[in-house]
């Protein structure tokens, strides 16, 4: 008699995760069809995907610091020999690494490392669902179907971005967080802390985690009924001090070096570069944004910049809060209701809809029906998922759970929002909540399915 395979297994789930990925990108690197496909080993590329400004402005601080012990971004202006302030050091970091390894070579492995290590998070989220949802343990099965076929932490793993690496190192330390307290385990803390410290300078989103550190422990400490213990109150207040410090690294950093509290730039260049240029051409006010931008380039101080770009933006957006409010609702729907699968259309020469003007120096995309069904369905489903998950929430509401409430818009909110002044990012900017939004979504399921078994 054949055993059959136990899908809620941690390390099946692995296994069929970095199976998937490996036959990803082997097919990527095997079918060179487009300037998008992988090719390597490094040095005999042509005008490389992998090579779009993006991912040179990780690279370069990577390259930088093995020459010069500082991680350095030779594109800007301001560069005088101090650290990047554009970019947090956590993923350039892996990238120095990957290179100090493995020579010229170290873009192929970079790869392979990614298969592997972002075959993690489907475990991890079955983790968190045992753990924060321990009468749900039947949605495990479905969570992790629902994720792999969605190709959430797929699609984005042959590129080396932050989104994906972030999402997954932050998620693996969420969920030793959780079991730290749900067990009281000292080992799970230390784990925990780690993993998100790293999250922390890979990208600069977590600064205000510290906060939410306080709410998820204690909330998950209430539900395991662990609140009152001294031990228990000691680990929540050790990790709230000790992610603060973390937390704040990237913005110590650029203070020491170039005087301003902040992780990075990226914001202030987002809001004017994005959202107010959108906002002043739907108004046709574009010559005034352009006079701003040559004002801007003409100065060297990364504070003048911001400052600049920030005031602005300001202007602009309080002038014409109507443009603004119709701009971030149609950033917002890309990045809420695209599906992860329409990223992989641009491998093989295709995109979901028209693209007449060719891409910058590479070409014109071929429309594919296909993509556009993709598309389709893709909206389609997650309107349904976020449907389930307002259900979630509206149950959360009706049992008077304001923590559990309170604690997942904390959590959720100010991660998503932060990406909707941006335009062109797609799924792949809604990644670190991803997995929460699905967990919550099928709990929503789970919780009608037994209100209609009651009616019964």
């Not at 932490?153 to 042959?158: A, G, K, N, Q, R």
């Not at 998620?171 to 959780?178: A, N, P, S, W």
Request: glycine content about 4%.
């Amino acid at each position: 008699m054949k055993k059959k395979i136990d899908l809620k297994s941690m390390s099946v789930q692995y296994f069929i995760g970095f199976v998937v990925n490996i036959i990803f990108l082997l097919v990527l690197i095997s079918f060179p069809t487009s300037y998008s496909n992988l090719q390597v080993p490094e040095g005999q590329y042509s005008d490389n995907y992998w090579q779009h400004s993006d991912v040179m402005s990780y690279v370069q601080p990577a390259r930088a610091y093995l020459e010069t012990g500082v991680f350095l971004h030779r594109s800007i202006s301001y560069w005088t020999g101090r650290p990047d302030f554009f970019r947090t050091i956590g993923f350039p970091l892996y990238l120095a690494t990957m290179m100090r390894l493995f020579g010229s070579n170290w873009l192929i492995w970079a790869l392979f490392v990614q298969a592997a290590f972002y075959a993690c998070i489907y475990p991890a989220l079955s983790k968190i669902i045992q753990t924060l949802f321990p009468d749900n343990n039947s949605i495990i099965v479905p969570v992790f179907c629902f994720s792999l076929f969605s190709g959430a932490y797929i699609t984005m793993m042959p590129a080396l971005l932050t989104d994906l690496f972030f999402t997954v190192t932050f998620t693996i330390g969420l969920c030793f967080g959780l079991l730290s307290i749900a067990r009281q385990n000292w080992k799970y803390l230390i784990l925990y802390l780690l993993f998100v410290s790293y999250a922390a300078q890979v990208r600069p989103m977590l600064a205000h985690y510290p906060i939410v550190n306080i709410f998820v422990l204690w909330l998950i400490a209430k539900r395991h009924s662990v609140l009152s213990f001294v031990k228990v109150k000691t680990m929540i207040i050790i990790s709230s001090a000790v992610l603060l410090l973390a937390c704040s690294a990237p913005s110590i950093r650029n203070y020491i070096h170039h005087g301003f509290f902040k992780p990075t730039i990226i914001f202030e260049l987002n809001l004017f570069e994005y959202l107010t240029k959108d906002v002043m051409t739907d108004r046709d006010k574009l010559v005034e944004f352009e006079q701003m931008r040559q004002k801007i380039d003409a100065t060297d101080s990364p504070i003048e910049k911001m400052s600049l770009q920030k005031k602005f933006a300001i202007e602009a957006c309080t002038k014409y809060p109507g443009t603004v409010i119709k701009r971030i609702m149609r950033n917002s729907l890309p990045i809420l209701a695209n599906n992860f699968w329409l990223s992989t259309g641009p491998y093989w020469g295709y995109h979901w809809k028209d693209m007449p003007v060719p891409d910058g120096k590479h070409f014109e995309f071929k429309k594919s029906n296909f993509l556009f069904v993709i598309f389709v369905i893709g909206c389609v489903v997650y309107m349904i998922v976020y449907l389930f998950f307002m259900y979630f929430l509206y149950n959360l509401v009706k049992e008077k759970n304001w923590l559990f409430l309170f604690t997942i818009l904390l959590f959720v909110g100010p991660i998503l929002v932060a990406t909707f002044p941006g335009t062109g990012g797609g799924a792949r900017m809604r990644l670190p909540v991803e997995g929460l939004i699905i967990i919550c979504s099928f709990c929503g399921i789970r919780y009608l399915t037994l209100l209609k078994e009651q009616r019964q």
